[in-house]
């Protein structure tokens, strides 16, 4: 058995008295050495800091302390306010599995910048930065938007107002705090368009005010704020291989994204779907397929522009030579590549109850999908869009290429 005990900046002083007697108390201590330095030398007690690299030494150290089978209080770890946020906590559950490790929190960094900020936690976005790229933030811009952002170093808060400004949020107020709770605890608060410090204390965390979108900012990212799918063309890079904002929004109701689901992206052409299934739903994640490099390129490039690189996989491949390396999916979206052998696939990797839809804009493929739904059931749609454009003096409905989509659960009729 493990203790992990979160402390803050203040250190020691800080701790509540079951969690002081618990570091005070143990035969071995484990941290990182800036938390070992909070509290006090024992006699007798051995202090070991975390490997580096840390996930490549840790099982290592863990074996060599006797970590899972311990007597409690013997085996200590230190780790920041709450060791569930962005922590070791978590890695350490991975590791040894939840009845091996008691969670103690402290007072996290983030409660602390609420409490400065006078920010209910219901109203309140936590966002890390902490070794991830600083587009991530993207995908939680939205006006009146209130985030904490947890920054990797004192380079992070420059990083982010840039970031801000060049998307057109540069009114967005920002206030840095670092050394929360501590004796060097500071702060500054400028707007991300007049942001001007190059770099602060490492140990910093970001509060975001997100305001309107300016005038500045492209009608595409203006478009694109907000959680409902079927953001506008414009806002992804293509080619013209892309479901068009109407048809994605049904096939992204039909595919119904759930927190921590996994959608396979077949014939991933721009990567619309996808993307606006990973912004649908916390740890919503995507295999997305696609043979065309450049294509595949394209999607890479939408992620990142939509904040969610790191929950999306590009996979360079024509769609059923790709499928054995793939994790379950808990719905499939085909956008091109249709053949009876890949449905077939599909429909034996998908888990049950999960979801698949697919498109055909074809004579050949539409054959296909009625195929289909006379083998599996579902609910087969031909969606038909018209919009009023200009015809001379007039105005007149000019259509849409028509769609077959055909949509199924495992499972169900």
Same mark, same amino acid.
């Given at each position: 058995m493990i203790d992990v005990v979160g402390i803050g900046d203040g250190g020691e002083a800080e701790l509540s008295p079951q969690s002081r007697a618990l570091v005070m108390g143990a035969r071995t201590l484990l941290g990182g050495r800036r938390h070992l330095d909070l509290v006090p030398d024992v006699p007798g007690q051995t202090r070991r800091p975390w490997p580096s690299p840390l996930r490549e030494g840790l099982a290592a150290l863990l074996a060599e302390v006797h970590a899972a089978?311990?007597?409690?209080?013997?085996?200590?770890?230190?780790? !920041?306010?709450?060791?569930? =946020?962005?922590?070791?906590?978590?890695?350490?559950?991975d590791l040894l599995g939840a009845g091996a490790v008691r969670v103690h929190p402290g007072l996290s960094? $983030?409660?602390?910048? =609420? +409490? =400065?900020?006078?920010? %209910?936690? $219901?109203?309140?976005?936590?966002?890390?930065?902490?070794?991830? @790229?600083?587009?991530?933030? =993207?995908?939680?811009? +939205?006006?009146?938007?209130?985030?904490v952002v947890l920054c990797s170093d004192g380079n992070t808060p420059g990083v982010l107002a840039r970031l801000l400004t060049q998307q057109g949020w540069g009114a967005s107020l920002m206030t840095a705090w670092w050394h929360l709770g501590g004796a060097a605890e500071g702060s500054l608060r400028a707007s991300a368009a007049g942001w001007s410090a190059e770099?602060? +204390?490492?140990?910093?965390?970001?509060?975001? $005010?997100? !305001?309107?979108? %300016?005038? %500045?900012? %492209?009608? !595409?990212? *203006?478009? +694109?704020?907000?959680?409902?799918?079927?953001?506008?063309?414009? @806002?992804?890079?293509h080619d013209g291989q892309i479901s068009k904002r109407d048809v994605r929004a049904s096939a992204l109701a039909h595919?119904?994204?759930?927190?921590?689901?996994?959608?396979?992206?077949?014939? *991933?052409? !721009?990567?619309?779907?996808?993307? $606006?299934?990973?912004l649908a739903a916390p740890g919503a994640s995507v295999s997305a397929v696609e043979r065309n490099a450049a294509r595949a390129e394209r999607i890479r490039s939408n992620a990142r522009e939509f904040g969610v690189v790191s929950d999306v996989t590009v996979v360079e491949s024509a769609s059923i030579d790709a499928l054995a390396d793939l994790p379950d999916p808990d719905a499939v979206f085909v956008g091109g590549g249709l053949s009876p052998a890949l449905i077939d696939a599909v429909r034996s990797r998908l888990r049950p109850g999960g979801r698949l839809v697919a498109h055909a804009v074809t004579l050949s493929t539409e054959a296909l999908l009625v195929g289909a739904q006379e083998r599996f059931g579902g609910e087969l749609t031909r969606i038909s869009i018209e919009r009023a454009t200009s015809l001379g003096e007039h105005v007149s409905w000019t259509p849409s290429r028509a769609v077959v989509q055909w949509s199924s659960t495992k499972g169900m009729p």
């Open positions: 089978d311990a007597p409690i209080g013997h085996v200590v770890a230190l780790a !920041s306010g709450d060791p569930l =946020r962005s922590g070791i906590g978590t890695t350490l559950i960094s $983030e409660t602390l910048a =609420r +409490a =400065r900020m006078g920010w %209910s936690a $219901e109203q309140t976005t936590v966002v890390t930065l902490v070794g991830r @790229s600083p587009d991530g933030v =993207r995908r939680h811009l +939205a006006p009146g938007a209130h985030l770099r602060t +204390a490492d140990l910093v965390l970001v509060c975001v $005010e997100v !305001s309107a979108v %300016s005038a %500045s900012a %492209s009608p !595409s990212t *203006a478009a +694109a704020v907000g959680p409902a799918p079927g953001r506008p063309e414009a @806002s992804f890079e595919l119904r994204p759930t927190p921590g689901g996994h959608l396979w992206d077949l014939g *991933a052409g !721009s990567g619309a779907v996808g993307i $606006e299934w990973a």
